[in-house]
């Protein structure tokens, strides 16, 4: 079952709600992500020093979406936050090519961490807005994400200043690879 047949699945249930997981090194956009789903205003986005909360409403789902700081010394605690996690968002920078190998080491410990076997993975290839951003391709190659074999997972090209590839009911009706577990 694929991500789309996840949350097409989930949303027959009408009071499900789903616990969303947003992580992603330091400066990813992670917080600009967030507050563009719940439609507030981005001019004012903060570095997360712990952790946001936000329920948002959309297309028929209620996310809770936590979203926890990327910045080195906050990493280790990622962990108290992955239990009872229904998707795991993971942004990247595309245009910071020199921390590509940095967020890869820590995209594959969190996939390897027992608490989030099986849940699926969206990678949010951001900033693609820049002139010097990778390709989501690019960076799904430069990951390996085609050897994940024990989950669900999806890359999606977005700029969360823009809000292109960002809202949930485009993943739901957009023409997106979805991978399926082996």
């Known amino acids: ?13 009408p009071d499900q709600e789903l616990r969303l997981l947003l992580l992603g090194l330091d400066n990813a956009g992670k917080t600009t992500m967030l507050k563009k789903l719940a439609s507030e205003d981005i001019t004012q986005t903060t570095p997360t020093q712990g952790f946001n909360i936000k329920s948002v409403q959309s297309d028929g789902f ?14 280790p605690y990622w962990r108290n936050y992955f239990e009872n996690t229904d998707v795991l968002i993971y942004v990247i920078d595309s245009g910071d090519r020199k921390r590509f190998e940095e967020t890869g080491q820590e995209l594959g410990e969190i996939l390897s961490e027992e608490k989030l ?18 390709p989501a391709s690019e960076i799904a190659e430069g990951l390996q994400l085609h050897t994940i ?24 009706e957009g023409s997106l690879v979805i991978r399926e577990a082996a």
């Open 149 to 172: 074999r024990d989950r669900t997972w999806q890359i999606q090209a977005c700029s969360a200043t823009s809000g292109e590839g960002v809202k949930v009911s485009n993943q739901l």
């Open 62 to 75: 209620k996310l809770n979406v936590w979203d926890i700081g990327g910045q080195r010394k906050i990493r």
């Open 117 to 134: 076997a099986g849940v699926p993975v969206l990678i949010f290839a951001n900033k693609q807005d820049l002139f010097n951003a990778a």
């Open 1 to 13: 079952m694929g991500l789309l047949s996840l949350l097409r699945k989930l949303k027959s249930a």
